[in-house]
């Protein structure tokens, strides 16, 4: 008997002893099972700064965590020796951790929150969720680092738990997503919307690749839609590509463009643009919207002056959006 899976928009109708797109969710019998549930095959402790989240627990460790597979298949992805493994794949180790488990190993390790990251935690729903509400139980805070190419009733259910999310926002085309991720652009938009209205502290990261959605009116179109539906205190991070997987024919972001894509969300009205993964003079800081005094100055992923008081700028008293502990 063929099962559809429901999670994400690719509504896989799945044979007997198939999986669906994500490698992950097999139909067993007629019953769709998640084969990786309580089997990471990543567990890290990072800096949160590395999720990026910028305006969430600064400076704290965040245990991050993946499983292999994903329902998206960017030509592009840094992971994809594990984003686009299959489960039974001899050369990937997995490790038995259930819910309980990693909720221990982040006591264990001061971490004060759980990342479920470096692949897609959407499409190991069922142990995201089973660990995030365990989490929440305990005190310990859940970040989702996503896509958010989720179907909105699955996505309002899990994001009960959620305290932080990083949601890439690939480009604001919907041919860029079907080219580039083998994915569509509305229900990530969608996605993003709903996370806010949930009432999850959201950041987003927008991958620049040159020629592909590099151009300044691409840019400035982003920056709009995330004003608009967002709001402007939403944290954008840009950040550069590097020639990887199925890409190798494109040169790397150059810090040039990184910088003009950050001027012009600023320009655009958005409080705090970023630059990722590239060093950049100022595009790690944290400056004030108001009075545009430095409040946060990082290097790397390390936090060298932190500023912000009572959740506002010692110097105007402008409320800073964010997380702050
Ligand atoms: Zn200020």
Redesign the pocket.
Known sequence: MKVQCELCPKMCLIEPGQSGECRVRINIDGVLRSVVYGYPCSINIDPIEKKPLYHFLPGSPILSLATVGCNLHCKNCQNWEISQANPEDGNITAYFCPPQKLIELAEEKHCPSLAYTYTEPIIYYEYTYDSSKLARETGIRNVLVTAGYINEQPWRKLLQYVDAANIDLKGITDEFYREVCSATLKPVQNALVVAKSCGVHVEITNLIIPTLNDKPEQIRELARWIKQNMGSDTPLHFSGFYPRYKMLNLPPTPLKTLEEARQIGLSEGLNYVYIGNLASKEGQNTY?P??K?LLIERVGWEIRQMRIRDNC?P??G?EIYGVWK
């Open positions: 004030c108001g009075c005094n700028c110097n105007c402008k």
